[in-house]
């Protein structure tokens, strides 16, 4: 079936390094959705890419969607210990433009001040 | 404003007893889901619903039932708990199927002996 891989499983850096986690489908996805969880809490909704080649930035986030649509990758610039936390990408998969949401399986981010 | 509510926060239960997870959504939301997340493999769809009376299984729907009688609500049932069961589950709901933000409850956090 269809499946969006992400990468690192885990990325630990010190404060103030960058980080990149990178996300894979094995199909063209019509967008992609970023998350973030805290630690004990919920996934929340960060950005939507729809275009081919898209980059769009959040302060010191930046996030990009491939040329093919197939991949994606969200950056952070000079991290701080407030972005802690599991870093999910999203596609709608399910044979339609817009079925079933299928998340990769998370990027944790550990910050060491 | 309480978005996405979910009941209980926390639950144990013996193997082979039964329970509802409940789900209740203010935003007038057409689409809710019910994940499951499990260390190292990210959120997993279990059902979704396009609508009142409309129900689909997603990626692992096995010893789960769910029904959409309201907009508001959908409520998830397990129908004879299994240690294989327990996990944390987030009810999530949006305006339509991917290619809008996903909002998450708080979660809750099932633990089955």
């Known amino acids: 079936g269809q499946q969006v891989m992400q990468i690192p499983q885990y990325q630990h850096v010190q404060e103030g390094e960058d980080f990149t986690t990178y996300c894979n489908s094995s199909t063209t996805l019509s967008n992609i959705q970023w998350y973030k969880q805290r630690p004990g809490g919920h996934p929340v909704f960060l950005i939507q890419l729809v275009k081919s080649g898209e980059v769009k930035k959040q302060k010191r986030l930046t996030f990009q969607f491939g040329e093919a649509k197939k991949n994606s990758s969200l950056h952070i610039t000079a991290t701080q210990t407030t972005d802690v936390g599991t870093y999910f990408c999203?596609?709608?998969?399910?044979?339609?433009?817009?079925?079933?949401?299928?998340f990769g399986q998370g990027t944790i981010l550990t910050v060491h001040p | 404003n309480a978005g996405v509510t979910q009941t209980p926060k926390f639950q144990v239960l013996k193997t082979g007893q039964s329970m509802t997870l409940q789900c209740a959504q203010d935003?007038?939301?057409?689409?809710m889901s019910w994940y499951r997340q499990d260390p190292g493999m990210g959120l997993r769809l279990i059902h979704y619903?396009?609508?009142?009376?409309?129900?689909d299984q997603g990626e692992v729907p096995n010893g789960y039932n769910v029904s959409r009688s309201t907009t508001e609500d959908f409520p998830l049932r397990l129908l004879s708990a299994a240690p294989s069961q327990t996990s944390v589950y987030f009810c999530?709901?949006?305006?339509?199927?991917?290619?809008?933000?996903?909002?998450f409850g708080d979660g809750t956090r099932l633990s089955i002996l």
């Open positions: 935003m007038n939301h057409e689409y």
């Open positions: 999203a596609g709608p998969t399910g044979g339609t433009s817009y079925g079933k949401l299928t």
């Open positions: 619903s396009v609508g009142a009376g409309i129900t």
């Open positions: 999530a709901s949006s305006y339509s199927i991917g290619d809008q933000p996903q909002h």
